[in-house]
């Protein structure tokens, strides 16, 4: 079996893995969060805790959806044959960069530009509007 090929199929357990564990995590969550609903007298505060919890539950649930898809999309790449190569520059994806985060679509010196690019159009939107969130101490 040749190199790449025996790097493609450990990639794809991988990704099989990946999804399997956070399917198992997200029905769990799902089954947790319906055994933990008690039924009783409530008051208002508890009432508000509750929805709370629920709010970070839902919110933790759609994280996990989103990662599931982003799984299922490199999986897809995998099948296709462009799985690890970078979207931008269509170089390799290192990977320790595809274990460390399995559904990567850029390598690492093109993630990092775009976060840049992203971070300067903020600023620059930011200048415009005259509002941060963090004002800038100083005279």
Partial sequence: MKKTAIREADLREMLRERR??????????????RADRAIGVRDDLEHSDEDSQGDIE??????????????DEALVRLEAGKYGTCAEC??????????????AVRCQACEERREQDQGRARNVAQRR???????????
Avoid: H, K, N, Y
């Fill in 58 to 71: 839902l919110a933790l649930l759609q994280m996990r959806a989103d990662t599931l898809t982003r799984v």
């Fill in 20 to 33: 399997r564990a956070i399917q198992e995590e997200v029905q769990s969550r799902i089954r947790d969060g």
């Fill in 129 to 139: 509007t005259g509002f941060s969130l963090f004002s800038e101490a100083g005279p």
């Fill in 90 to 103: 269509e170089g390799e994806i290192s990977e320790r960069r595809l274990r460390a985060l399995p559904f």
